[in-house]
């Protein structure tokens, strides 16, 4: 009897939800994996990948930057600048506003939020990302942009910027989300980071925040006032978090997810096969390492002098390193190609700037032990491994836990290593952990990878100023590689600047202060029903309000 | 006897706080002392290396230990127990978002291992030494061993990628406010069940082992056969005086079990993307969270001694004789 009752009801229950379920499925919508939560929907402290992309999507920037693979450079297209106009020498920029740009209260962009933006932004109690950036603007000495010196506001929608006449003035100078000023000058300037809006932005974007499921997923909804809306483009936009690769995996081939970054060359080759997949790689943002102490840390630590390292402080060392290390195999073998050998910070999509003259350390023993030899490092005891003034070539190699791809390049180091007489200890740290021996010196030797920042930027990891170049973890210092990070600084043709990043180049590349070992690619996986994607070095997740549904 | 009860439960619940304070105090110097900074995150070629002193600043980290701890110790007796560096907001307005997937999973799945336990052994000892007792047995140990990661991922080829019947991850769908009531808790109920049993089936052949030994055990004490002799039926038997007697070892677990799980369930978490404790633990110690890590600990050491607790009174209340013993 009482079977009798529950079973046609849950059976109608089951049916009933089925169908609405397959209603919601329909919507236009696309789901975009990412591996952990944003902290925040505010531009100001947007600090990580994601919250980038998402905040890209929200606010609406001065202009609209895209990569031009061809100059590989950027080009600038209008936002919300309508028209623009530098003067001849370059150091002031008028802009012109469109008119019909709105907050998605309702109130319009005016000239105001823009001066507002890069006030609020170079301010010390804000402790914005960009906080400091503003070296080509008129600033105060605590980092803080003079608003009276810089800003000509004409009218609402007209406004002049002027800059520091002896600077290189770029187009990324301008490349800030513009914030509403009538809602962040209601909160005191040092409360903002705790602020409600970081969670609720009033945005002006082509997107705009529908929900946010802590820890789940956030969605944006197309934001029919904004200027940049179209009819066609994809509706909802969701975010999911998604902290397991594997279910990652399985979710991308079921279709629960439509686009995914980070996926591992192995993976690519499988999911390649999959009809419904596309596999597209980024190339040339990021390389990997590994870096050799050239100081000894703990006396510079000790005293801010430089002493050589006992292993690495030799140059010749450092090449025969490089020569003896096979960076084809780890490339063929476990990137399977989806990379490139890597032999000077700057990559072959910096179409002008590149050297491809460049040779590289092609994997050579014989000439890593000549090289070695010539060093002073010899094995006069017959145990396999060279010694110089009674110390044994042995070292310990640091790699961040849970990451394959250096794993396996730090056992094929290591093995490379050892036929030329180097002892290897590999030994993998948690990234906080290994991060704190790297940056406080303590560390001999590591792999880590280096994210290539747009527009290049040589002096935080190579300009020898230890105390305040943060990024030289390995204590570079070459003073020729100096005066052409310096003269890079300064106002220069487009000839010499291209002949001073080939010199560069030349320096760093015979230096060897790191072994280069390849460019990454980061492969992209995307559901083919989704049209119309660009997927260049600027970065995998843009301009989402230009793709499109297969119908 | 009320008053003495009274002041044993009063006793238990200074110590505990005792406990809490000590678990506070270590959480506080380990995470301290070991390398890291929550301001790591702030190097980078596009930031100004200033941007991290201020921020160290902000966050007190420049004053020495002794000082924050003093601070922090002081805010936590007015329930303060800072702002989170990663989300931005009060680190228990954080923790009490990711609080009701680890309540859900905890309440259901200890439901679930006892359940699941306890009918099995009871269908395994009425079938004592036969093959599907031999079978369940041996079954059991391999539920136990299988790694929670490996569960999961199984059960999401059978259950999500093959049948296509559950989906993969998530506590509830994005289009989960759009839809009805009844589609509302399908919704919750089909995103659940992979992580429920991914949770209770190892548990549950934990318990089924402790139920079915000690159902065994007891059955065979003169007491039972003098109860039968006396011409009393098995349902009375075994619900008034085997039942009881089983209970106690199998609800000393439960409470370790109970207080486990509500201190998250990192490997389920992860595989099914489930907004949990655990996750939020292990992503504040990467992120060198420091106040969301002690938050993290302090809620997670209440519910251990909380479930401990809940469990004790049970005891208590099925076997009244022995209420001092377990309450001291």
Redesign the interface.
Known sequence: MRLKFYFPAILS??I??SC??EE?RN?S?V?IAIQ?EP??LNPI?A??INEGVITDHLFLYLLDLKWNATKGDVEAFPMLADKWQWNPDSTSIEIYLRKDAKWIDGKPISAYDVVYSFDIYSD?AV?S?F???FKNFYHFEN?EVNIQKTFSVKDSFHLIINFMPDKIISLYDLAFPIVPKHVYEKIKRNEI??AEI??NPVSSGVYKLK?W?????I?LEANKDCFLYDEDMIK?I?F?????Y??LL??I??G?IDFAEDIRPSDARQLGNYKNLKIVPVRGRQYDYVGWSNIDGKYFNETKKIKPHRLFGNKKVRQALSYAINRKEILDQYLLNYGSLCNSPISEIFVNEFDSSLAGFEFNPEKAKQLLEEAGWTDRNKNGVLEKNNFEFSFTLNIPSGNPLREFAATVIKNNLKQVGIETNVEKL????L???V?NRKLDAWILAWFI?LPI?LK??WYSDLT?T??NFVGYQNRVADDIILNLEKKNSYNTYIELMKRFQRVISDDQPVTFLYWVDNIICYNSRIKNITIDPFGPVQRIWEWRLKN | MTIEKLYLVLKRFLASLFILFLIVTLVFVLIRI????PT????????????AK??QK?YNLDEPIIVQYFGFIRNMFTGNFG?SY????PVLKVIS??LPVTLTLAFFSIIIQLLLGYFFALFSVKRKNTLTDKFLRRASVVMYVTPGSVLG?IL??IF??HF?LF?????H???Y????F??QI??IAAHLILPLLTLSLPGAALFFNYFRDGIEEVLQKDFVLYLKANGFSNKVIFRKHVLPNVLKPVLSVAGIELGFLLSGTLVTE????L?GMG??MI?SI?S?DFPLVIACAFVSAMFIILANFIFDIIKVKIDRRIWREILR
């Open positions: 229950l089951l009933l939800t609405e379920k919601f919507t919508r789901v952990s902290e925040t402290y600090f990580g010390k402790q990302r906080y400091g950036t980092g980071q705790t970081n969670f929900k499921e802590r820890n789940q997923y969605i909802e969701i999911k978090v998604v902290p397991d594997n279910s399985t979710q081939k079921k629960e948690e990234f906080g952990v991060m704190d021996g940056l920042p930027d935080p990891y305040n943060q990024m | 070991s390398p890291g900074e790591q995150k702030y190097l980078s070629p596009k930031l100004s290396p200033e941007l201020e921020v902000s702002i990663e989300y931005r907001m978002q990711h991922l999401i080829f999500s990628v296509d989906p993969s991850g998530g506590f769908s994005y289009f406010d759009e839809l009805s009844p589609g399908k919704d992860v595989i099914f993307s907004p996750r939020l992503s990467l060198r």
